[in-house]
């Protein structure tokens, strides 16, 4: 397998996609590097190997006895039967010490779509091992989230499901206002008007832990 873990991803496109990847230091569709748009690889460090991009199905190993070409094939007849989704516009958000980027308002749709994909490529998803529920349990997650975790993966799914566009790792109380500042100022005239989420990608993770987009398909299904 050329690839230690799989993952469903929204890539934004062109332009929004760009500048968030300069912002990031990481280009998760070209798998090319550059310097972090604040020259500050700390603030960015831990959404950086990801790329920028929205978590629709979290990082999974592949299943025994299925492969690359399996899940690829899994993929593409997901979007064929997902219609494509157009949210309000979107904010600047503080989450707990992190920044991030999602829709203004929640989206039944948007949710009704993740949710989906949870349970449709688990039959790809390897078990966790240990230390990934280790790990996992260092974030203090509630009982529901703990149960979510040990069935289906990954413990903020379903009801616990929000989209978002993370910008940086956790930020000190004294630099966070200034980061945010400079995250408004980079990615304000994506922060308005309707978002569309026409196309998944199926993403893999490198030796180095570096995502890199594998496939991209439209949502195809229509009324």
Not at 27 to 48: A, M, S, Y
Not at 74 to 86: E, L, R, Y
Not at 196 to 204: K, P, Q, T, V
Request: with cysteine.
């Amino acid at each position: 397998m050329r690839f230690k873990r799989y993952a469903i991803y929204h890539l934004p496109i062109g332009d929004f996609h760009e500048l968030g990847s300069a912002w990031l230091g990481w280009n998760n569709r070209l798998g090319t590097h550059c310097v972090p748009t604040l020259g500050q690889d700390w603030i960015v460090e831990r959404p950086k190997k990801y790329g920028f991009h929205a978590t629709i199905k979290a990082p999974f190993r592949i299943a025994d006895g299925c492969s690359e070409r399996d899940l690829i094939d899994a993929f593409d007849t997901f979007c064929q039967s997902t219609a494509p989704i157009t949210t309000g516009a979107c904010n600047l958000r503080r989450i707990g010490r992190f920044l991030a980027i999602t829709p203004t308002d929640p989206l039944s749709d948007l949710n009704d779509l993740a949710a989906r994909s949870v349970k449709y490529f688990d039959a790809f998803r390897a078990p966790l091992e240990q230390d990934d529920i280790d790990r996992r349990r260092k974030s203090r997650l509630t009982p529901d989230q703990d149960a979510l975790m040990l069935r289906w993966g990954y413990p903020f799914i379903f009801e616990h499901f929000k989209y978002h566009l993370t910008l940086t790792g956790p930020l000190p109380a004294e630099q966070i206002y200034t980061v945010e500042n400079s995250a408004q100022n980079v990615f304000h005239r994506f922060l308005k008007g309707a978002y569309g989420i026409n196309s998944l990608s199926l993403m893999g993770e490198d030796i180095d832990g570096y995502f890199h987009e594998v496939q991209t398909r439209q949502l195809a299904q229509t009324a």
